[in-house]
């Protein structure tokens, strides 16, 4: 009899298939539930893809501000040095990136803060600097 109670739901879709269950599959079949992940997926890195550029457009206005200055001419009082992403006092203990932002003890690795500086380039660079190409001789007779 506990067999009449479980009989399976459809997708939620209306495919035609089965659904899961799941609460995370949202009664979906396996499906229907890759297409919602793909979807959510493709939201969020174009969210992070935003995020970093609207960093980088702040970051170039910081540059071309004048520090300490205001735009009648006053000089303006010096602001706590604040983590960029949380806009939590850090005080002394702030980390500087190299993206040239300033952050905190949970914001300092370049995954946490989207950080737009490409590491990797930096150290192919270093590399083939500190490692020349070391060829043989193109002469055979010489040892």
Do not use: W
Not at 40 to 60: D, V
Not at 85 to 91: A, F, M, P, S, V
Not at 115 to 136: I, K
């Amino acid at each position: 009899m506990s067999s009449l109670g479980s009989a399976p739901a459809l997708c939620a879709k209306a495919c035609g298939f089965y659904g899961s269950s799941a609460k995370r599959n949202l009664c979906l079949c396996s499906k229907c539930y890759q297409v919602v992940l793909k979807q959510e997926f493709a939201l969020c890195e174009s969210y992070t893809k935003s995020i970093a550029a609207s960093l980088r457009e702040l970051s170039l206005r910081k540059e071309n501000h004048q520090d300490g200055v205001s735009d009648d001419g006053f000089v303006a009082k010096k602001k706590a040095c604040r983590c960029s992403c949380c806009d939590k006092k850090i005080g002394l203990l702030g980390f500087a990136c190299r993206c040239g932002g300033k952050f905190c003890n949970m914001h300092r690795y370049p995954e946490t803060h989207m950080c737009f500086f490409d590491y990797q380039a930096l150290g192919r660079a270093s590399l083939a600097r500190e490692n020349p190409f070391v060829g043989r001789d193109k002469l055979g007779e010489r040892v």
